[in-house]
């Protein structure tokens, strides 16, 4: 069968249609003063700022009305999507809360040690000294999901409100300014019909709308689309899924691997690695970050973390431990060049990882996001102080370029690229880049968007494993562990072409670490060139890989989804 | 009529629970959200306040829990009662059944309501029908597992399962009447709701505010004791029979049915 | 103060319960070990002999309060609570079902007790009961005790099994006064059948059947398994999605759970989403073609092979058997 890619077969999917004028009665509609989508570190901290800053500031208070400051979170709680490695970076955490002493941080512990191996099928061999851009000496072990609980009630104690279990589903926009956003129905069914108790949703109109949705920003790549603010490059991803582990002896490093079991060819294009985290005394995590510019269809990141517990290396870390958690989210890599060109528009503003504000060498994302969040807080006191009607936010996207947002992501603008010419290579070249702080060798080395990569069928999946359950898992039982308890008759929020070559089908079964997608019994063998695709959007636990690879993730109803609570 | 709605916040489902091996008791930190159950007889409550049959005038929501418990009464309130009480103590920490039924019976005692509705069961305890005890204690008729309520002349028409099929039982008000979560599908709060549960008066009250004996609650009023705790039994591996000649196989699963009597 | 008070439930042809039957024979044995006798209650116009019956399961005495009316909770927490008090049992035992947890948790409130749900085994230690219940899902098991007497213990559905002793009990007439509140409930009809939506959670036993029975059609084969052992069609939340059959079978981490005597699965992966639905039905036996299924880890019988081929002839063999 030829190569093909995803791209060749478009979701059924149109910006417009999230984008549209407030539709309710003038005196049905919710005002708030700032409207911020996304419980994350972006949203939340810049909350949590523009609400210390509305301390001082007792007439615009007033000015922005009942409810000053809301967060509307498509998540139980604000939390409960969030997923990361990660290793923060305490600066944003450091301005926010200045006054918290570091214990009270909703963190495991400061990074003291940095390992990183590279893996062949049964040894481990150090790296050392670890590359740069692994060096994480003085960041702070912690889980976005704990994180995103502390920011969220930091946030309602200041005096938020919190609108979790509420998706924004529309991008309210009359004369090309940003009004708000329209909130997503509840109680429909399957077919999208009206169950017996359908909720309707609500226009929230806002003097500033912060749109701080994540990896996959449902309203805010719409909004690229409407406002034409994309960036120079596409957007593009790495897949993560993650497990939480119970262990017996503590882990005294961070530790990095790459190799074993991605393939070094060109020709596979498996970039990543893993990382393993301590979270305390009794836990340690463990996840695995590939590119989802793979061409080989059968690949699944979930499938081969599982391969990765039985190296004898990492087996021994999680012996005679339990498995406690598990989940799956993208991260957004095309960095730099993948930021939108504008970073605000008349009465909206975009903030973290929906605006690519990652830096994929180091592994960063959660500071940045904080740090632009408190940049978009600063902006809409100062501008609504001295014109309360101002929709003119263009302060923030220069604050953000002077910042350290704009600096790092510059200098590592291209070590992303390399990797695509295979581990030595891209390795040789990325360091490179690094020593020389993203001179060499200087200019654009242009990305393209994951669904544009052909895939093929080949052998990946050869080397899974069958789970144990013990130490390796299947994707249903995983899902389970996530928290996810999604109605069944929950309406389809994905969106993708069902009837399409074999090789695009079998990209998504393998790729999504939730087996939503599933090739019918029948067609597995039947040998024809086009397969359908059924989906169980009920599994869903939105991390966003379908958007990458050609479909797109839209949002489910409020509340669904996964539950993490130490991701 | 006035309604009072029994909710309680219990870990969420997803959450996995565990026992706090110190305390004996149930970790409730993580996660925690209104009970399911009690989204039913919420929706209940509403269901006969806005069908006309009998006018309502309040629809209370009522909980005894820590401090966190709140949350559970925001979101009754968001889904329509009209205001919450919370009976919140230390003194409570560790009741058993039998003390929490005392305790829920008082708090609705100084409320005087026409008819209590609860959910069937909680996710936490796992207990079941903790209405019968309070209805005891409040000396009104009580009934589980209803699946439907028809109001006329201040009685009230319920089915409910039972061992033996469906039973038809006529009540008299005021009664406390336990929901099962066939009833109803529980309506999604507006935002509006949501916004607007905070400013919905919450009435704080302590055992003393009630007139709650503080020996007969908590885990010196309780009478039953959680004495250790152990994993269950475990299971034997199972057999596994390969089919080469189905008759030869179909004859032995019999025989294994009829071993344990299933046939 | 000492022995057991058993409460038997029957239906309107005056049928003992199983589950009463069970826990009078439990009673019967624990009383041996902490002294006093077991005894039943019964209400309602049962006649002589079929009181004096329970006394083959165990029973020594059987209360029986003529007037009092059976269905309905309150009624009977006053019948037990005055033969409680006056006769100072330490103890009320439940076969468990919806009556036994209703008027144990009013004798709860009326006896000032402690009362433990769902048991599935009762101990002796020092001359008093530890009941052992379990909790989170049946995740873990707590020994609970009682503090004071009397205790109440309700069991789980079958967790005390009947056992015939030989001997009659001595049947006891008690005059009960009715509370005033224990009247304002009247039982209009009782024990509806309603066949189209068999409550699969009452079912003793169930025939799941998931994907592996490969279309629609296939659930013929799993009703006419079900009709030949008496038992309900139960299903996975993959064929209700498919439509192939109605999502009031459903059993799951979305659907119902149920604990029957024999689940059936055919064809049934035994994915973690519908384990948790059944995995407490005292006997899984799987059938399924794929030996890796997940179902095979935890069935009591596996059977690796055609469902189409087994389920039809298993049908027949059961039939003949039964005559």
Known sequence: MPAVAPAEFPPPFDSNDVIGPPTDAPEDRIEVGVAIVGGGPAGLACANKLLQLLEDEPELTEKLGEVPVAVIEKGKVAGAHLLSGANMKPSAMEELFPDLPKEDWPVYQEVEKDAVYVLTKNKAFPLKPPPPGFKNHGNYVTSVAKLGRFLGEKAEEAGAYILSETAATKLLVEDRIVKGVRSGDRGRGKEGEELANFEPGSDVVAKATVLAEGTVGHLTYAAYDYFDMHGADPMRWELGV??????????????????????????????????????????????????????????????????????????????????????????????????????????????????????????????????????AAETIVEALKKDPDSVNFEAYDERVRKSMIEKDLKESRNMRQPFSKGFFMGGAIASAMTVTKGNFPGGHWKQEHDSEIEVELGKAADMYVKPDNEVTFNKLDSVFLSGNATRDDAPNHVRIQTHVPREIAQTWVSMCPAQVYEIPEDQLESGTAEVDVHVTASNCVQCGAITAKGGRLTLPEGGDGPLYQET | MKICVLVKEVPDAAVQKRIDPNTMRLDRGGEKNLNPFDTHALEAAMQIKEGGAIPVEEVVAVTMGPS???????????????????????????????????????????????????????????????????????????????????????????????????????????????????????????????????????????????????????????????????????????????????????????????????? | MAGILVYALHDDEGNFNKNSLGAISEAAKLAGEVGGEAAALVVGEVADDACASLGNYGAAKVYRAKSVPEGLAQPIIDAMAKVIQEQGFSYALFGGGLLGFEIGAGLTARLGAGVTMEVTAVKVDGGKLIVERPILQDSEVADV???????????????????????????????????????????????????????????????????????????????????????????????????????????????????????????????????????????????????????????????????????????????????
């Not at chain 1, 990543?272 to 005394?281: K, S």
Request: proline share 5%; charged share 25%; net charge negative.
């Open chain 1, 242 to 375: 993650k497990e939480v582990w119970e262990v017996k002896e503590p882990l005294d490093r961070v530790i990095h691997t790459m190799g074993w079991p991605l393939r070094k060819s060109p020709r596979f294009n498996e970039f990543g690695g893993t990382f393993i985290y301590p979270m305390g005394e009794d836990k340690i995590c463990i996840g695995l970050v590939v590119g989802l510019d793979y061409t080989d269809a059968t690949f699944s990141c979930h499938d081969a973390l599982q391969l990765i517990k039985t190296h004898p290396f990492i087996a021994k870390l999680i012996e005679g431990g339990k498995r406690v958690a598990w989940g799956a989210k993208t991260i957004p890599s095309g960095g730099y060049f993948a930021m939108p060109k504008r970073l605000a528009v008349p009465g909206m503003m975009v903030a973290g990882d929906a605006a690519s504000m990652v830096n994929i060498p180091t592994l960063k994302g959660v500071h940045y996001a904080m740090h632009a969040g408190m940049y």
């Open chain 2, 68 to 263: 966190s418990a709140v949350r559970a009464l925001h979101k009754a309130v968001a889904l329509g009662a009209d205001r919450s009480v919370h009976l919140s103590d230390d003194a409570l920490a560790g009741s058993d059944v039998c003390a929490t039924g005392y305790a829920l019976a008082k708090v609705l005692e100084s409320e005087s309501p026409d008819l209590v509705l609860l959910g069937q069961q909680s996710d936490d305890g796992e207990c079941y029908t903790i209405g019968a005890v309070v209805a005891d204690h409040l000396k009104m008729p009580s009934l589980t597992q209803v699946i439907q309520i028809d109001v006329s002349d201040g009685k009230l028409r319920c089915e409910r399962q039972a061992e033996y099929g469906y039973d038809t039982v006529e009540i008299e008000l005021p009664a406390v009447i336990s929901v099962g979560d066939a009833i109803n599908e529980p309506r999604y709060p507006s935002l509006k709701a949501i916004m607007g549960a905070k400013k919905k008066p919450l009435d704080s009250k302590a055992t003393g505010d009630v007139g709650i004996d503080a020996g007969q609650v908590g885990e010196g009023g309780s009478k039953t004791k959680v004495l250790a705790l152990n994993p269950p039994p475990a299971k034997e591996a199972g057999e596994i029979i390969e089919d080469e000649d189905t008759n030869e196989t179909v004859e032995k699963i019999v025989a294994w049915l009829d071993e344990r009597k299933l046939i």
């Open chain 3, 145 to 323: 005790g009682y503090v004071s007497e009397p205790g109440i213990i309700i069991g789980r559905l079958n967790a005390f099994d009947a056992k015939e002793s030989g001997g009659t009990a001595e049947v006891v007439d008690v005059d009960v006064e009715l509370s005033e509140w224990s009247s304002k409930a009247k039982l209009v009809q009782r024990g509806e059948q309603r066949g189209a939506d068999v409550n699969i959670e009452d079912a003793d036993i169930l025939v799941g059947g998931g994907r592996g029975l490969g279309a629609k059609e296939g659930f013929e084969l799993c009703e006419q398994l079900a009709d030949s052992m008496g038992g309900a069609v139960a299903a996975t939340r993959a064929v209700v999605d498919a439509g192939w059959y109605p999502y009031a079978a459903q059993i799951g981490q979305t659907g119902k759970t149920v604990a029957p005597k024999l689940y059936l699965a055919a064809g049934v992966s035994g994915a973690i989403q519908h384990k948790v639905g059944m995995q407490n039905s005292e006997n899984i036996l799987a059938i399924n073609k794929d030996p890796n299924a997940p179902i095979f880890e935890f069935s009591d019988l596996g059977v690796v092979g055609d469902l189409h081929k087994i389920v039809p002839k298993l049908t027949e063999a059961i039939k003949a058997k039964k005559g």
